[in-house]
């Protein structure tokens, strides 16, 4: 959410917002963080051209197996310490600290918020998979929580649950927490928009620093990465969806045009401002959304 904010800054730092980026060509960009990000970005794509199809899966399946087998317990415990550090904010006396200042006032009406929160937050994920992944947990697609046994009332329930803890409270905790983890900082302290400012109250003024370098390209990929497999999801399944009610091929040709589409739309969007468009964008799809499902139920 924006707001109409009085800032307050750190009186410990003397670092100003933006004294190390680059401006040129219109734009604004952090030189160092751009260059890894972009960097590192690139190389990956190019590594990923060089091997062939079948290697480069291997690879990424075989990475991911690993993470899955090793590592599960970090997301796991993750998800529950946030969920329950997030309660614990909200019915704490710090619940009650308003994010901009005492005196801040929101941009956005209660009904726009919501819709911006759904659009930019869950969107087709949550359309998709809210159906489509207890389903497959259920029928042992792509195996099933906790090794249940599919087809069977025991596998109905990991598959729900597993869907709830994807979808439900667990999420709206890792996005809340690192949501106002940055708006603290950024309306209430004054500091600049990036991941290293939430880092202050540990590292000091070492966050302006190649630390700081570190967290925020270390964000940026994370983010592009998440982008990447969003709008490849996305794309296969809106094509599916058109190949099924007009008839067309879902090609390879036709997932990269709503692709583009989409990145087209999201640029419009940015280049327009919160206002006139992410805004407005979200408004419509929730009017497009609640008329489908009002339609459906009629």
Known sequence: MSFKSQKYSIDSTDYQVGQDNITKWGMDVHNTVFTASAGLSILFIVTLLVLSPADA???IDAVKAVVLSKFDFVFMWGANILLIFAVLIAFSPLGKIRL???????DYST??????LFAAGMGI???FWGVAEPTAFFTNW??????AEPFTPEGREAALGATVFHWGLHAWAIYGMAALSLAYFVYNKGLPLSMRSVFYPLLGDRVWGRIGDVIDVMAVLVILFGLATSLGLGGSQAASGISHVFGLENSLMLQIAIILTIMGLAIVS???GMDGGVKVLSNLNMIIASSSLALWAY
């Open 125 to 127: 994920g949550l359309i």
């Open 57 to 59: 899966k291997a690879a």
């Open 270 to 272: 940015v280049v327009r």
């Open 142 to 147: 792509f195996g099933t929580p906790l090794n």
């Open 111 to 116: 009904l726009s918020w919501i819709s911006m």
């Open 100 to 106: 901009g200042g005492d005196d801040a006032t929101t």
